[in-house]
């Protein structure tokens, strides 16, 4: 364990006593499609390395903590007030905090944020918070009570607030910290900024008394014709009727939801047209219970292996792909809006891409909005990174919480064919113990894509690669990273390198890669050079496509990204330079190698 930073930061006891430290948030599917009160905009912001503001000088928490938003009055007012939203500067929501300000660039610790909201509640609805994504734990009150609190820094959530708004002004605070934890998933170690804040948007989402929590539909495998599956409701009686349709094929189905507030639905469309790359059909999909409706934009596939094979609707495919981070393009920061998506994204097709592999972390829903539409397929991840710690029962609830909250709200995309369950983790008994419960979960909450995670491969001598990781067993689909060419050996090196891979499962090259400085030029064994990355690419390619279990790549990475591992001025300053473009936008030479690979079919199969 390591001293927590600062007088005011939570240590060791006061965390335990928070365990689970996640309150009274749910995750309402399919709250992207309901009508929205958007928050997004201007926030009052303040800056809390001490975390003052809820903590008092003993570590008790405050019962008149800045949350409740008070104001000194003025001369005159002599109570004692030592904060003033209204007087603190600005931060835009969505956005991290370390792009938005200069002195918050190395920032990590507590922040808070206000705003005021003008409501009309009405009768017989209720209101949910919907939080985008808050890095890394966050709280949240309504006119100063506290509705919910939370911990993860990528996925997404819903807070109910029916009972703390009122008619009129509402202040809506909240207070996010996003230092790293030795407890946390991802925990001290990532390679990837630390941005902080409210990352992605908020907005009031409000839903009938009775309403429609999750569904599940999906095309079976058997068939490829019906569709199939389940909508919740809550507050539903037993006997209430449920509608699915699909008005463009004229189908759809009724049933009635049980005691558990679940209907089973069930039905053969004619003409079904499924999803896949190349030819994205999305379906809008109706789901009406008592007075709730959601209009969804769906599509259907199916996902399967079959020996060292991915099947795609029944038929072998190879996915050319590429690892994205949620860096924005240009401006740096993460991704928020509609156009960082579609420059990553529109680029990932211009290379000829068919799938995504979406690192480390849940991105941002438009992100998987888009790859529905484009038609790529996605591989998500938790960020269960490295050596979090897996001996720990606490981080394994907290893992099992994104898993929910990413698969809850993602299961319905068309683009998800892989849920990815770690990346490069040390193979202790322990962490297999910690990942192969994880897989077993996904496999609870999603029987209709594939469980895998990027494995790390283990050298022997200098020209044998060995895959033997037992979390291996635990997987559908085998991950591996390596880096011949950039931490070990030269570009060359994967020439004569001879791969020994112990399972009868397709393999995902999850990751290989180096860096190349855009605009640096030079001789082709020249590191920092796009030449010497694009001779890595050059090399890597033929190797992999000698190695019968490969069923896809997504090399690393689509775009440079920033990370406090990588620091060699002139060369990275702060950032990961093994994009096959740079964080302004030039394309390397790396990225003409691989595009060529891949427009001229690279491991074919479709
Ligand atoms: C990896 C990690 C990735 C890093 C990359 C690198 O294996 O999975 O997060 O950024 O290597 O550049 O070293």
Redesign the pocket.
């Known amino acids: 364990a390591q001293r927590p930073a600062g007088a005011g930061e939570v240590d060791a006891t006061v965390h335990a006593a928070d365990a689970p430290f996640t309150e009274n948030t749910t995750v309402l599917e399919g709250a992207d499609r309901r009508p929205q009160t958007s928050l997004d905009g201007e926030w009052r912001s303040i800056v809390d390395p001490y975390f003052a503001g809820l903590y008092s000088f003993h570590h008790e928490i405050k019962k008149d903590g800045w949350f409740k938003d008070q104001r000194w009055g003025g001369v005159g007012d002599n109570r004692l007030f030592e904060y003033d939203f209204a007087k603190s500067p600005t931060l835009h929501v969505p956005g991290d905090w370390n792009t938005q300000r200069d002195s918050l660039f190395f920032y990590e610790g507590a922040l808070w944020y206000q705003r005021d909201v003008e409501w009309t509640p009405v009768a017989g609805k209720r209101v949910f918070l919907h939080v985008g994504s808050a890095n890394y734990k966050s709280w949240f009150w309504v006119n100063g009570e506290k509705v919910c609190q939370h911990e993860g820094g990528f996925t997404t959530f819903d807070c109910e607030v029916t009972a703390q708004l009122k008619a009129g002004a509402n202040s809506i605070v909240a207070a996010v910290n996003n230092q790293r934890l030795p407890d946390g998933v991802p925990t001290l170690e990532t390679?990837?900024w630390n941005y902080g804040g409210l990352t992605r948007s908020v907005a009031l989402v409000e839903v009938p008394e009775s309403y429609i929590a999750g569904y599940d539909l999906h095309v079976d495998r058997a068939t490829r014709t019906k569709i199939e599956g389940w909508v919740q409701v809550v507050g539903a009686k037993a006997g209430e009727r449920v509608s699915v349709s699909l008005p463009e094929l004229k189908a759809g189905a009724t049933a009635t939801v049980g005691a558990d507030g679940r209907a089973a639905v069930s039905f053969a469309p004619r003409g079904l047209e499924l999803w896949a790359p190349g030819a994205p059909k999305l379906y809008k999909v109706d789901l009406m219970a008592g007075k709730d409706a959601i209009h969804e934009e769906m599509g259907f596939k199916t996902i399967e292996t079959r020996g060292t094979e991915i099947l795609l609707n029944g038929k072998p495919i190879f996915l050319r792909g590429i690892c994205i981070h949620a860096e924005a393009p240009l401006r740096t920061g993460r991704v928020n809006s509609e156009k960082d998506v579609d420059t990553l994204l529109g680029w990932a097709q211009e290379l000829g891409a068919n799938y995504v592999r979406l690192?480390?972390y849940p991105h941002d829903e438009k992100m998987t909005r888009a790859a529905d539409r484009m038609g790529l397929l996605v591989w998500s991840e938790i960020p269960t990174?490295w050596a979090i710690a897996f001996d720990n029962p606490a981080v394994l609830a907290k893992a099992k919480q994104q898993l929910h909250e990413e698969i809850a709200r993602d299961r319905n995309k068309a683009s998800i064919g892989l849920w990815s369950i770690a990346?490069?983790t040390p193979s202790t008994p322990a962490r297999t113990q910690f990942l192969t419960a994880l897989a077993a979960e996904v496999r609870l909450l999603d029987r209709e894509r594939l469980v895998t995670a990027?494995l790390l491969v283990r050298g022997v001598g200098e020209h044998e690669k060995v895959v033997d990781d037992p979390l291996g067993a635990a997987l559908d689909v085998v991950g591996m990273?390596e880096?011949i060419g950039w931490?070990e050996g030269k570009p060359e090196t994967a020439d004569t390198m001879h791969w020994t891979i112990k399972y009868d499962k397709p393999v995902i090259v999850s990751?290989f890669?180096g860096e190349g400085k855009a605009g640096l030029h030079g001789a082709a064994t020249d590191r920092w050079t796009e030449e010497y990355e694009a001779a890595i690419y050059q090399h890597q390619l033929p190797m992999l496509a000698k190695i019968p279990q490969v069923r896809g790549l997504s090399p690393?990475?689509l775009m440079d990204f920033r990370?406090p591992y990588r620091q060699l001025p002139g060369m990275q300053d702060y950032f990961?330079r093994?994009g096959l473009i740079s964080d302004q936008g030039q394309k390397k030479a790396a990225f003409g190698v691989l595009q060529k690979a891949y427009l001229g079919g690279y491991g074919k199969a479709d």
Request: aromatic content about 28%.
């Open positions: 390679d990837w690192a480390h990174y990346n490069e990027a990273n880096y931490y990751e890669g690393w990475i990370a990961n093994k």
